[in-house]
């Protein structure tokens, strides 16, 4: 079972405006169409993961065991994606697959082996410009065994590396210290 990577409330929502009444300490879990959801269509490609909007320097955190397998840039000019900032990615190998903690800044080194509740980085703005939505937020992917990359899923089609974390986030348990 995994834990809630950040030190909120997860609600589950379809309201991508949700943010806006949140209570404090509260934050979105995207389900149906919001745009932070698994799978939902975005102007060029499907959304490879959830975002979890949190407030900038949020501390990420572990959901389950398992060795740090990959950091790697993730988004703006780094990861040859100009029109964000830059943020990396780490990956870590357990027994669900891999988790992809995205859009961070890591604190963590590959090799390292880590618990559920390890912190590993924490979050940083992604978004160049305000769009009137979170500049911040934890991008959470999971992947089959053995992924070393987040792949683009560009055409209907959803790559075969990528498993909705939705359920997994759905029953996460809350860590009560950090």
């Given at each position: 079972?995994?834990?809630?990577?950040?030190?909120?409330?997860?609600?589950?929502?379809?309201?991508?405006?949700?943010?806006?009444?949140?209570?404090?300490?509260?934050?979105?879990?995207?389900?149906?169409?919001?745009?932070?959801?698994?799978?939902?269509?975005?102007?060029?490609?499907?959304?490879?993961?959830?975002?979890?909007?949190?407030?900038k320097a949020t501390p990420i955190l572990t959901v389950e065991e398992?060795?740090?397998?990959?950091?790697?840039?993730?988004?703006?000019p780094a990861a040859g994606l100009p029109w964000w900032l830059d943020?990396?990615?780490?990956?870590?190998?357990?027994?669900?697959?891999?988790?992809?903690?995205?859009?961070?800044?890591?604190?963590?080194?590959?090799?390292?082996?880590?618990?559920?509740?390890?912190?590993?980085?924490?979050?940083?703005?992604?978004?160049?410009?305000?769009?009137?939505?979170?500049?911040?937020?934890?991008?959470?992917?999971?992947?089959?065994?053995?992924?070393?990359?987040?792949?683009?899923?560009?055409?209907?089609?959803?790559?075969?590396?990528?498993?909705?974390?939705?359920?997994?986030l759905l029953n996460a348990q809350c860590l009560t210290k950090l």
């Open positions: 079972m995994w834990i809630n990577p950040v030190p909120y409330t997860l609600v589950p929502t379809d309201d991508s405006m949700s943010f806006l009444n949140m209570p404090a300490m509260h934050t979105g879990l995207p389900t149906g169409n919001h745009v932070g959801a698994f799978g939902v269509k975005r102007k060029h490609h499907w959304h490879e993961g959830v975002d979890l909007y949190v407030p398992g060795e740090v397998v990959a950091v790697v840039p993730f988004t703006g943020t990396q990615a780490v990956f870590v190998e357990g027994p669900s697959g891999v988790v992809v903690y995205g859009e961070i800044a890591p604190h963590i080194a590959v090799g390292t082996q880590v618990v559920a509740g390890t912190l590993i980085g924490v979050a940083i703005p992604v978004l160049k410009h305000d769009k009137g939505r979170p500049m911040c937020m934890l991008h959470l992917e999971l992947h089959t065994p053995g992924s070393r990359s987040a792949p683009e899923w560009l055409t209907e089609e959803k790559p075969e590396v990528l498993i909705d974390p939705t359920s997994f």
